[in-house]
């Protein structure tokens, strides 16, 4: 299976921050990777599909980018309904996900 | 608009079984490949179970650690899709969500499955 490696774990930050968050695959997924944002007692929400493509509906301030093994999520300008957990995924073989960062109020 | 619901959730003694049951609207479910996902608490997500469309001929694939457990169906008349869990064991303990297509594009709010005497 391909391991997914997604730091930090934790990220405090302010509304208005730029924020990034990493994920790092074992072996190279070709791009097969998604963001998700998940918020306590909801289903996760696709932001990204296959590296740098914006979901329909999903802000502008979300972009994705990468390649090979490294992958980036970044939120340009943090806003006060963006503070969740984040976490990505890999479909280029056997599903697997990253360990999931948590996005919290400094 | 997509809609995905899991029930059939609950408390199960270890050595039982469970199905749930994941009910969707909103989209052409005979075109789809459906999964199962769990989410131990405190732990990270663990893909279950794929089930094909007709065009694949249905076909169902788990992963490795519950292979011989676990049984994924679907009924396209009704646009659901099923998880049979058997022998659960306290590790099954997890909410267990029901996402759309390979690249899991939509997910439902997930159940909650546990495992305890």
């Known amino acids: 299976d391909i391991q997914m490696t997604q730091s930090p774990s934790l990220l405090s930050a302010s509304v208005g921050d730029r924020v990034t968050i990493n994920c790092k695959a074992s072996?190279?997924?070709?791009?097969?990777l998604n963001w998700y944002q998940q918020k306590l007692g909801e289903a996760p929400k696709l932001l990204i599909y296959?590296?740098?493509n914006l979901q329909t509906g999903i802000p502008s301030r979300f972009s994705g980018s990468g390649s090979g093994t490294d992958y980036t999520l970044t939120i340009s300008s943090l806003q006060p309904e963006d503070f969740g957990t984040y976490f990505c995924?890999?479909?280029?073989?056997?599903?697997?996900f990253g360990a999931g960062t948590k996005l919290e109020l400094k | 608009e997509v809609q995905i619901l899991e029930t059939g959730g609950g408390l199960v003694k270890p050595g039982g079984s469970l199905r749930l049951s994941c009910a969707t609207s909103?989209?052409?479910?005979?075109?789809?490949?459906m999964n199962w996902v769990r989410q131990a608490p405190g732990k990270g997500l663990e893909w279950v179970a794929q089930i094909r469309n007709k065009n694949y001929n249905y076909a169902t694939y788990y992963a490795e650690s519950l292979e011989g457990r676990v049984t994924i169906s679907r009924d396209d008349s009704k646009s659901s899709v099923y998880l049979q869990v058997s022998s659960l064991r306290a590790e099954d303990t997890a909410i267990y969500y029901c996402?759309?297509?390979?690249?899991?594009?939509?997910w439902g709010q997930g159940v909650m499955v546990t495992v305890s005497s």
């Open positions: 072996q190279n997924i070709n791009k097969y």
């Open positions: 995924f890999q479909h280029n073989s056997w599903p697997t």
């Open positions: 296959n590296t740098n």
């Open positions: 996402t759309r297509k390979g690249d899991f594009d939509y």
């Open positions: 909103g989209f052409n479910f005979n075109d789809y490949f």
